[in-house]
């Protein structure tokens, strides 16, 4: 398999990150490839399905140019400062430039221990796997800034965790991995050469126009807004919003317990590790302004002035709910088909999402029915909808913009759960069919995808998930 790496990660002081190659495993198995972003990469789709494929993505065979090395970082979860953690199961085999000019990681997720696995065996099972490959290429589809996924095999290994389950290995494909906790590992030691070095590589890498660090801190924040933005339109909860799971890129990254809310509630959690629900929906702006804050802060050593600096830095991060709120405003109105979006139509959002609240109306229903003209069903106080609804059609000024904003089907949690039971079992005709389903979100449903769009009965309703770990 030919992979055009050009690796400049490796290049980059070496406390940054130690050399480490995949660990094999006994049986690689394809589960799937993904032939649009290998041809995007520069990597031809034909090369996808061959025996030698499964051998790549496994870790078992290093393909030439590859610089396999597992990276730093540290990070605040929930809330608390670990100094210490890294790809703890996970290795960067180098990056490519793709046919768009971006360059992207290339990287194995769940192939063997790092020196930052700590007490973890470096290995994913596969329902992780397969949810962060449903989820990260749905968020694609639906125009989300994500990681992606090129391929998942499974390694014909036993995984222990409270059961016994079969191991896999995810490709995951990224503007890169580096995340706010980079820069606090770097910054919390005074390595200012570290420091110096991955700012000026973020900032050639993802924001070529920032002249310095004030100037990243103000592009990221830009950036994570946004991104934070795009995930509450579509009910999204990322579910460890920890700052080592903030990519600096502004892309979504590290899937873990993740879940896409059913019936509306502001305050829901999945996550079975989020006990105080810190990551809850609607708290996600909040610590989206409190990553950035810790941001901020490792950047500050690089500044002449650190008075001058923190004050610059502390109005630069109270600026993210007002850049978020402006975000939030355009994704919701285009949702409403309403195409210049004024502070005014913050009201008729919030006061939709209050009903949907009130009734738990089905999140992507709703806004999907809404399109369709046909949302009061999805309602069990109608007359307060009609009344909303008048006000709404008042307003609408391009119902257009609708069908591009609210997707039919969305990798829903029981779906997710269900296809990983099926592929517990050796079967993933239930994985693709639900892949293939995700990945074109807008198209009309039909009588192959309609049952998809359902939402989940009670009965069936999956209130909590794991990180897999
Ligand atoms: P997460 O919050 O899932 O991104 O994980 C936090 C940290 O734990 C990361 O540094 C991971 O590399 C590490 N980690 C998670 N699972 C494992 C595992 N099975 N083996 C080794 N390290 C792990
Ligand atoms: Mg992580």
Same mark, same amino acid.
């Given at each position: 398999?030919?992979?055009?790496?050009?690796?400049?990660?490796?290049?980059?002081?070496?406390?940054?990150?130690?050399?480490?190659?995949?660990?094999?495993?006994? /049986?690689?198995?394809?589960?799937?490839?993904?032939?649009?972003?290998?041809?995007?990469?520069?990597?031809?789709?034909?090369?996808?399905?061959?025996?030698?494929?499964?051998?790549?993505?496994?870790?078992?065979?290093?393909?030439?140019?590859?610089?396999?090395?597992?990276?730093? +970082?540290?990070?605040?979860?929930?809330?608390?400062?670990?100094?210490?953690?890294?790809?703890?199961?996970?290795?960067?085999?180098?990056?490519?430039?793709? !046919?768009? %000019? &971006?360059?992207?990681?290339?990287?194995?997720?769940?192939?063997? @221990? *790092?020196?930052?696995?700590?007490?973890?065996?470096?290995?994913?099972?596969?329902? @992780?796997?397969?949810?962060? +490959?449903?989820?990260?290429?749905?968020?694609?589809?639906?125009?989300?800034?994500?990681?992606?996924?090129?391929?998942?095999?499974?390694?014909?290994?036993?995984?222990?965790?409270?059961?016994?389950?079969?191991?896999?290995?995810? !490709?995951?494909?990224?503007?890169?991995?580096?995340?706010?906790?980079?820069?606090?590992?770097?910054?919390?030691?005074?390595?200012?050469?570290?420091?110096?070095?991955?700012?000026?590589?973020?900032?050639?890498?993802?924001?070529?126009?920032?002249?310095? @660090?004030?100037?990243? =801190?103000?592009?990221? &924040?830009?950036?994570?807004?946004? =991104?934070?933005?795009?995930?509450?339109?579509?009910?999204?909860?990322?579910?460890?919003?920890?700052?080592?799971?903030?990519?600096?890129?502004?892309?979504?990254? /590290?899937?873990?317990?993740?879940?896409? &809310?059913?019936?509306?509630?502001?305050?829901?959690?999945?996550?079975?590790?989020?006990?105080?629900?810190?990551?809850?929906?609607?708290?996600?702006?909040? &610590?989206?302004?409190?990553?950035?804050?810790?941001?901020?802060?490792?950047?500050?050593?690089?500044?002449?002035?650190?008075? *001058?600096?923190?004050?610059?830095?502390?109005?630069?991060?109270?600026?993210?709910?007002?850049?978020?709120?402006?975000?939030?405003? %355009?994704?919701?109105?285009?949702?409403? %088909?309403?195409?210049?979006?004024?502070?005014?139509?913050?009201?008729?959002? !919030?006061?939709? =999402?209050?009903?949907?609240?009130?009734?738990?109306? /089905?999140? !992507?229903?709703?806004?999907?029915?809404?399109?369709?003209?046909?949302?009061? $069903?999805?309602?069990? $106080?109608?007359?307060?909808?009609?009344?909303?609804?008048?006000?709404?059609?008042?307003?609408?000024?391009?119902?257009?913009?609708?069908?591009?904003?609210?997707?039919?089907?969305?990798?829903?949690?029981?779906?997710?759960?269900?296809?990983?039971?099926?592929?517990?079992?050796?079967?993933?005709?239930?994985?693709?069919?639900?892949?293939?389903?995700?990945?074109?979100? =807008?198209?009309?449903?039909?009588?192959?995808?309609?049952?998809?769009?359902?939402?989940?009965?009670?009965?069936?309703?999956? *209130?909590? *998930?794991?990180?897999?770990?």
């Amino acid at each position: 398999m030919h992979i055009p790496f050009d690796n400049s990660y490796a290049r980059l002081p070496v406390q940054m990150y130690t050399a480490q190659m995949p660990t094999p495993v006994k /049986d690689p198995a394809l589960i799937v490839t993904n032939p649009d972003l290998a041809t995007l990469l520069g990597i031809d789709p034909a090369d996808l399905t061959t025996p030698e494929a499964a051998q790549v993505f496994a870790g078992n065979q290093t393909p030439a140019g590859a610089s396999p090395l597992a990276q730093v +970082y540290a990070g605040h979860q929930f809330g608390n400062w670990n100094p210490q953690l890294g790809d703890g199961r996970a290795v960067l085999l180098g990056e490519v430039v793709g !046919t768009d %000019g &971006i360059r992207r990681d290339i990287q194995l997720k769940g192939s063997g @221990p *790092t020196p930052y696995s700590r007490s973890g065996d470096g290995r994913a099972w596969l329902g @992780p796997v397969l949810r962060e +490959y449903l989820v990260s290429e749905a968020m694609h589809a639906m125009g989300v800034p994500t990681t992606r996924a090129l391929a998942a095999v499974a390694t014909g290994e036993d995984v222990y965790r409270e059961e016994i389950l079969p191991g896999a290995v995810i !490709t995951r494909v990224a503007q890169s991995h580096i995340r706010v906790g980079t820069f606090q590992y770097f910054a919390a030691r005074g390595d200012m050469t570290a420091l110096h070095a991955l700012t000026d590589h973020v900032i050639a890498r993802h924001y070529p126009d920032a002249n310095g @660090p004030a100037k990243l =801190l103000d592009a990221v &924040i830009a950036r994570y807004a946004a =991104l934070i933005a795009k995930w509450m339109g579509l009910g999204f909860i990322h579910g460890v919003m920890n700052t080592d799971n903030v990519s600096v890129a502004g892309e979504t990254i /590290d899937y873990g317990p993740c879940a896409f &809310i059913d019936g509306f509630n502001p305050n829901a959690v999945f996550s079975a590790i989020d006990q105080f629900g810190r990551y809850a929906y609607a708290n996600q702006p909040g &610590i989206g302004a409190w990553n950035m804050a810790q941001l901020a802060t490792s950047l500050i050593p690089l500044m002449p002035d650190r008075d *001058t600096a923190i004050e610059d830095f502390t109005a630069a991060v109270h600026r993210f709910p007002e850049i978020f709120a402006q975000a939030w405003r %355009g994704v919701f109105a285009a949702k409403l %088909g309403i195409s210049q979006p004024t502070e005014a139509d913050e009201a008729l959002i !919030t006061e939709l =999402l209050d009903l949907m609240a009130k009734d738990g109306a /089905d999140f !992507t229903n709703t806004f999907a029915a809404l399109s369709r003209d046909d949302a009061r $069903d999805q309602f069990i $106080d109608r007359d307060s909808f009609d009344a909303w609804a008048r006000r709404w059609r008042a307003r609408q000024d391009d119902p257009s913009l609708m069908a591009r904003a609210n997707p039919q089907i969305i990798p829903r949690n029981h779906q997710v759960e269900a296809v990983i039971q099926a592929g517990r079992s050796g079967d993933f005709a239930p994985f693709h069919a639900l892949l293939g389903a995700v990945t074109t979100p =807008l198209a009309p449903l039909t009588d192959g995808t309609e049952h998809f769009a359902r939402a989940p009965t009670l009965d069936e309703q999956v *209130t909590r *998930t794991f990180c897999g770990t």
